[in-house]
């Protein structure tokens, strides 16, 4: 049996976290081994470096590079050597998030942005990409009900809009994998759409 990589991604507060447990369970409901997992992070080295990242001031493009190198970390610790066994992999974030945050968000060149993706997975895209999409002041509402900010979450609206488009913009591109999830919906409502995309996959 193959795996599939399936990765959530949207902005802070948009509900990805919310929903993980759920489609793993799910996916072992029908009998799948699952591995769940996050970036930055993943690892041991993955988890130094998203302290780092959560919480350290530095250049543009060292946050681009330190997401990339601790995405190189997970992919050869985690995720290759779990799809090679046929289990299925669930990462909160991938480098859909480092298109969206670091070049929507932070106006990075895309084109550095795409080098450094050939480098690091040439071969590699999630078979799967549940985005969760709200409108910005319902995912800053939750947020803030919620808990203290990282670096990330502490941006402004503007930050967060150009983030969002920038997701959107990847959807639109990659529709085969992309599925768009509307987040401003109640939970159980976006429980039971992510209930029939699991049944099809
Ligand atoms: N559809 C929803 N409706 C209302 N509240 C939600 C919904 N989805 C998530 N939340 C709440 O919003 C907050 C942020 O959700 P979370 O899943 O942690 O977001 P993310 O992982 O995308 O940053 C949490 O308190 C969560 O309970
Ligand atoms: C993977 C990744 C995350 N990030 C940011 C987005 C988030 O604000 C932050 C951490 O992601 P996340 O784990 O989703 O945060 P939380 O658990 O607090 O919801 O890192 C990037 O800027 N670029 C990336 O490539």
């Not at 690892?43 to 780092?52: N, S, V």
């Not at 009900?145 to 967060?160: G, V």
Request: hydrophobic letters at 45%.
């Amino acid at each position: 049996m193959v795996g599939k990589f399936i990765t959530f991604e949207g902005i802070d507060g948009a509900g990805k976290s919310t929903h993980i447990a759920f489609v793993a369970d799910l996916l072992k409901a029908q009998g799948k081994r699952v591995v769940v997992t996050r970036e930055p992070g993943g690892t041991p080295l993955g988890e130094k470096l998203r302290d780092l990242l959560l919480h350290e001031k530095m250049h543009l493009e060292t946050e681009a590079l330190l997401m990339f190198a601790a995405r190189r970390e997970h992919l050869a610790q985690v995720i290759e050597p779990a799809l090679a066994r046929g289990d299925w992999v669930i990462s909160d974030r991938f480098t859909d998030a480092t298109f969206a945050y670091q070049g929507g968000g932070r106006k990075l060149a895309i084109d550095k942005l795409t080098a450094l993706e050939q480098w690091v997975h040439p071969n590699l895209q999630p078979d799967l990409t549940l985005l969760f999409d709200v409108p910005l002041e319902v995912a800053r509402a939750r947020l803030d009900a919620t808990r203290e900010l990282d670096k990330f979450e502490q941006e402004k609206a503007d930050f967060f809009d150009a983030t969002r488009r920038e997701y959107l913009r990847r959807a639109a591109e990659f529709p085969g994998r992309f599925r768009v999830i509307d987040s401003t919906r109640s939970i159980p409502v976006i429980q039971e759409e992510l209930a029939s995309l699991v049944r099809g996959i």
